[in-house]
């Protein structure tokens, strides 16, 4: 059974601090990471996704990073800003049969102005 | 944004009265789940489906069941509901890999209370 940890559970940052949020998972079998980010009685909106075969994936002021092997993804934010405040979900989609997604729990990140 | 639509948004139900959550995509994607998020354990898949009339079960499908008779549309049915299923609940649409675009898009929610 695939399980997805995120560390640390809850972050804050001052303004302008980059950071680096981890997820790792237990089943290296994966066809995908897809990083989300959930805003308070929110939806989830997709920031990046990593296929298998790539190490990782920008966008903006975010950098996505995924060791399959060792069975590890970060997410970099750049130069933090009060807007980035939000819950960061990792997701791995699964390889085999009905390619199911498994969530960790999340980071909580506050960015300070 | 992905076109999938989640109806209703809130709803406040009685203990043991049968509740039925739709979802609506416009993209024409293969899979759809159901997904609850609960504190402290995340979102957990209920059901998902691969295609229509085909169905599956996810970790935690018991007092539920789904319902898919056309591509746009994944029902979600709690029977009887219990206080236990008061949560929030997502779809999630997602193509094939064949298509090679597998991506997973969420809806907005719906938060179901149960007194």
């Known amino acids: 059974k695939q399980e997805v940890t995120q560390i640390p559970a809850a972050l804050s940052v001052p303004e302008g601090e980059n950071l680096v949020l981890n997820c790792s998972f237990t089943?290296?079998?994966?066809?995908?990471l897809q990083w989300f980010r959930q805003d308070p009685g929110k939806g989830l909106t997709s920031l990046l996704l990593i296929q298998s075969s790539q190490r990782e994936q920008t966008s903006g002021r975010l950098n996505a990073s995924l060791d399959k092997s060792s069975g590890r993804s970060t997410l970099y934010i750049a130069a933090s800003q009060p807007g980035d405040s939000a819950t960061y979900l990792c997701a791995v989609r699964g390889s085999g049969g009905y390619q199911k997604v498994t969530f960790g729990i999340g980071t909580k990140l506050q960015v300070i102005p | 944004d992905a076109g999938i639509t989640q109806s209703p948004r809130h709803k406040v139900t009685e203990t043991g009265t049968p509740v039925t959550l739709r979802c609506h995509q416009t993209e024409n994607h293969r899979y759809m789940y159901w997904y609850r998020q609960d504190p402290g354990h995340g979102l957990r898949l209920i059901h998902y489906?691969?295609?229509?009339?085909?169905?599956d079960k996810g970790e935690v499908s018991d007092g539920y069941s789904v319902s898919r008779s056309k591509t746009e549309d994944f029902l979600l049915t709690l029977e009887s509901a219990t206080s236990s299923q008061t949560s929030v609940y997502f779809c999630a649409i997602s193509e094939s890999i064949a298509s090679m675009n597998t991506e997973a898009f969420f809806g907005q929610g719906t938060r179901l209370t149960v007194v």
């Open positions: 489906s691969y295609g229509v009339k085909d169905t």
């Open positions: 089943d290296s079998a994966i066809y995908n």
